[in-house]
């Protein structure tokens, strides 16, 4: 029997979701009521707007009906991991957005960049509200280990995104990099699918100890890709002179992944920390 719950409405994480809606509405109908565009990064800024609002009503309204704990999957694990995955895409839209598209007169982009600033900051805020606190029973994705497995997710989404197959089909060097990319995002991605499915019994072996032992190996191929990609991306290849200043072209993608390879090793690092303290002392104790 279908219930409302209008307590989910009115309780902090409940209203920071209203929030985020009305936030993440404004921002897309602003940028739409100035025009159409085919370029890739205004395509990026209004689906990150739109899948947001659309998940998150979605969640409300599960919520709101008290449907969501009918449903086969971890839900503290969901809304979780969407939290992290809405924040780091908001985010990516508030930078991507105001650098290309904004100018000091245009009043509907500035507006949109704003509204689309106050929903990160309230997504992280969410983040922060599902987050488990110490000693609290909760989803693995809700854990800091789990948040950062949907960071070092979406940063291989942001490398893929950038990759030219053109550019790596001809040197082993890179081939091995984005072997390891690709090896490292396939995992993470099937520890969030687990998680939320609730599958994680059917690893052949203890789960953080398989957690543990993947993330050391993941930070060893990552510490060779930091060192390869600059290398053979760079050598003899300084910026074009036609790539003009304020604007993006081929080579600077190049240095999007090298910066993005040396960020998801921080956070694979991280990760190795608090998995190997989960394993080795926490659980000890």
């Known amino acids: 029997m279908v219930t409302l719950d209008f307590r989910t409405l009115t309780v902090p994480v409940g209203i920071v979701r209203i929030l985020e809606l009305i936030l993440t509405c404004i921002s897309f109908s602003l940028v739409a009521s100035v025009g159409n565009s085919t370029d890739s990064f205004w395509t990026w800024c209004m689906f990150t707007w739109c899948f947001c609002f659309c998940v998150t009503f979605l969640i409300l309204f599960l919520e709101l009906f008290s449907l969501s704990s009918k449903l086969p999957i971890s839900w503290e694990d969901f809304t979780a991991a969407f939290a992290m995955l809405a924040t780091l895409m908001v985010l990516a839209a508030s930078i991507i957005y105001p650098k290309f598209y904004t100018c000091s007169s245009c009043s ?34 809700s854990t800091v280990p789990g948040l950062l497995k949907v960071l070092e997710a979406f940063v291989a989404c942001i490398i893929f995104i950038c990759l030219d197959s053109h550019k790596y089909s001809s040197y082993p060097g890179l081939q091995w990099c984005v072997a390891v990319y690709s090896i490292s995002f396939i995992f993470a991605l099937l520890v969030i699918i687990f998680t939320i499915c609730r599958l994680l019994s059917l690893f052949p072996a203890p789960f953080d100890k398989v957690l543990t032992a993947c993330n050391v190996l993941a930070v060893l191929m990552y510490l060779t890709a930091v060192v390869i990609w600059p290398l053979y991306s760079f050598k003899n290849n300084p910026r074009p002179s036609s790539c003009k200043a304020g604007f993006l072209c081929p080579w600077d993608n190049l240095v999007v992944i090298s910066f993005m390879t040396a960020f998801n090793l921080c956070a694979y690092i991280a990760d190795t920390i608090y998995s190997c303290r989960l394993v080795f002392f926490v659980s000890r104790t």
Do not use: D, N
């Not at 509204?115 to 000693?135: D, H, N």
């Open 108 to 141: 509907k982009q500035i507006g949109a960049t704003v509204t689309s600033c106050l929903a990160f900051i309230l997504y992280a805020v969410e983040v922060g509200l599902t987050r488990a606190k110490p000693g609290e029973l909760s989803g693995f994705l």
